[in-house]
């Protein structure tokens, strides 16, 4: 009579090794491969916030530049000799606006410092870095309309 | 965002300050031009940045009293 591999006890034994030790290695492969696709969606999204976090700086970098650019039309007006009472403002400037303008940089450029500091902080979540954004343009559109609406500068 | 077109558009009593203006612009727009798509200002760029903003404010605000 034949009798079954497996009900020879050394056999059984040894298969019953294996079979644990495959288990064993497919249930450790599956944690691993959990872990690698993890691991690679984690260093994914950080490389894309940091890439988005970067373009965010870019653009507050760029409403900064800009500020600079509208600041300096405000300096140009500010040198020129205060206007006589009476005297149209061609040539001269308002005392009463050069005070309003001033007063705009302190707020417009304080504004500004903090959104850059914001934008450039290791880390920052985008919703912040977003909001350091707004706080730039926000900054550069006040100084910008006040010469607007001062004629300094033309719409 | 840019504010080109507003520069561009000066009263002509404020002339001399249009080329400081457009100089101003074209730099910001350069430095980021020389960025590229996902580079972002080095720390000697915002330090120029900033360079040129403190010298504007110290003209702007300087007979203040």
Known sequence: ?155 | MTFALEIMNLLPLIMQGVAGARELFEWGQGQVASLGEDGKPTDEMWAELRARRAALQSALHSDTE
């Not at chain 1, 491969?33 to 970098?61: D, H, P």
């Open chain 1, 1 to 155: 009579m034949e009798t079954r591999p497996l009900n020879h006890p050394e056999v059984a034994a040894k298969y019953y090794a294996q079979r644990q030790k495959a288990v064993a290695f497919l249930q450790y492969g599956f944690f691993a491969f959990l872990a690698v696709v993890c691991l690679f969606a984690f260093v994914g999204c950080a490389s894309i916030q940091a890439s988005k976090n970067s373009q965010i700086e870019t653009k507050v970098f760029a409403a900064s530049a800009d500020y600079n650019a509208i600041l300096s039309v405000a300096v140009a007006y500010e040198s020129q000799p205060r206007c006589a009472v009476g005297q149209r403002p061609l040539g001269c400037s308002d005392v009463k606006v050069v005070a309003i303008i001033r007063k705009s940089d302190l707020t417009a450029s304080a504004a500004l410092k903090a959104a850059e500091d914001t934008a450039r902080t290791p880390g920052v979540s985008e919703s912040t870095a977003q909001l350091a954004l707004t706080a730039a343009v926000n900054a550069v559109s006040a100084l910008r309309e006040i010469l607007l609406v001062h004629g300094i500068l033309k719409p």
